[in-house]
C-alpha cells in the first residue's frame, strides 16, 4: 500500500500532461480549462487507492480513475450552468470564461470522452465497469432534477433529502471505488462493501460541502460562499433549522427562501444567523460525524490486511478535514 499523496501524484501527474489541442478549439479548450482548475481530485484517487488495496497495480485503474474524473467534470459545467453559478474552484466557470452554448457541447464531449477510456480494458471487464458508469450517469442525473424540482417546494423532506445527495453526489464517489476493485477482479462481496464505504464517505462529504457553502471560508472553499442560500436550495442545514425552529424563526426563515433579492448580503447574514440560532448547523456537523463513521464501521467487513483499512480510514479523515 501507498500514502495518498502517491495516488494524487499518479493523478496530478496524468492531468498535468494530458493535452486536448484539438480542432475545434472552441470545444477542447474549456474542457482542458476545467480539468486544469485540479480540485482535490478526491474519486480518481479513490479508484487507484481500491485497486491497490485489492492487490492490483494501482495504474492498471487509471484509466477508469481518469473516466470518472472527467464525467465528475462534466457534470459540473452543466450544473455551473444550471446553478448560474460564476465561481469553481476559485476561478470563472466555463459558461462565464466562454458562453453557455459553448459549455453545453464541451460538457457533452466531455461524457463521450469517459465512457472511451473503458475501451482500453479487456471485455468482460469492459462490460463491469461501463454497466456500473451507465447505472451511476443516469442517478447522477436524477439526483440534479431532483435537486433542481426541490427549489420550488417547500414540503421537502429530511429523507428526500438525503435521496438526492445520494444520487447526485454519493453514487459516484462510491462508483469510483467499486471500479477500482472491478479492476483488480476482487471478490463481489468485497466490491459491494467498498461501494457502500464509498457512499457513506460521499454522503458526509455532500453535507459537509452544505455546511462550507454557508459558513466555509471562500478563499480556501473555492465556491460562491452562500449560494444555496441565495438559490433557495433545501439543503440539510435548511431542513434541519426549519424543523428546530420557533415559530418566528420558521417564518422568517420561510419567508427568505420565497425571495430573490438583488442585493442578497442580508439574506445570507440573517439565513446563517438562523442556521446558527436554531442549531441547525450543529445538527448538521453531527451527521457529517455520523456518516463518517458508518463508512469506516463498514470497513470492518472489508477481506482485507489491517494497514490498508487504516489507510483507507486515513482517506476518509483527510476528506473530512476541508477548512471551514
Request: net charge negative.
Amino acid at each position: 500500500m501507498h500514502a495518498i499523496a502517491h495516488y494524487q501524484q499518479i493523478v496530478q501527474e496524468y492531468f498535468a500532461d494530458l493535452s486536448l489541442e484539438k480542432e475545434p478549439v472552441n470545444l477542447y479548450n474549456p474542457i482542458q480549462y476545467i480539468l486544469s482548475l485540479g480540485g482535490k481530485r478526491m474519486r480518481p484517487v479513490l479508484t487507484l487507492m481500491a485497486a491497490d488495496v485489492f492487490n492490483a497495480d494501482c495504474k492498471a485503474a487509471l484509466p477508469a480513475a481518469v473516466a470518472v474524473e472527467m464525467f465528475h467534470n462534466f457534470s459540473l459545467v452543466h450544473d455551473d450552468i444550471m446553478d448560474d453559478a460564476p465561481l469553481r474552484r476559485g476561478n470563472e466557470t466555463v459558461h462565464e470564461k466562454w458562453d453557455v452554448n459553448t459549455a453545453i457541447l464541451s460538457g457533452d464531449a466531455m461524457l463521450i470522452l469517459a465512457y472511451q477510456y473503458f475501451e482500453e480494458y479487456e471485455a468482460e471487464t469492459f462490460r463491469s465497469l461501463a454497466k456500473l458508469f451507465s447505472k451511476t450517469a443516469i442517478e447522477v442525473c436524477e439526483g440534479q432534477q431532483w435537486d433542481v424540482d426541490f427549489e420550488e417546494r417547500d414540503d421537502v423532506t429530511i429523507p428526500e433529502y438525503l435521496k438526492m445527495i445520494e444520487y447526485k453526489t454519493a453514487v459516484l464517489v462510491a462508483a469510483a471505488m467499486k471500479m477500482g476493485a472491478i479492476v483488480a477482479k476482487t471478490s463481489e462481496e468485497n466490491c459491494d462493501l467498498i461501494y457502500d464505504f464509498g457512499l457513506n464517505l460521499g454522503l458526509a462529504f455532500q453535507l459537509q460541502d452544505d455546511y462550507l457553502d454557508a459558513f466555509g471560508d471562500p478563499e480556501t472553499f473555492g465556491k460562491q460562499v452562500g449560494g444555496d442560500i441565495i438559490e433557495n436550495k433545501k439543503t440539510y442545514l435548511y431542513l434541519k433549522a426549519l424543523g428546530q425552529s420557533t415559530p418566528v424563526q420558521k417564518e422568517r426563515l420561510s419567508h427568505w427562501f420565497t425571495l430573490h433579492p438583488e442585493d442578497t448580503t442580508a439574506k445570507i447574514k440573517d439565513v446563517k444567523e438562523l442556521f446558527v440560532a436554531t442549531g441547525a448547523d450543529a445538527t448538521t456537523k453531527k451527521a457529517i460525524e455520523d456518516y463518517t463513521q458508518k463508512a469506516f464501521d463498514t470497513l470492518k467487513k472489508l477481506d482485507i490486511a489491517a494497514d490498508k483499512k487504516q489507510l483507507l480510514e486515513e482517506f476518509g479523515q483527510y476528506l473530512m478535514m476541508r477548512s471551514v
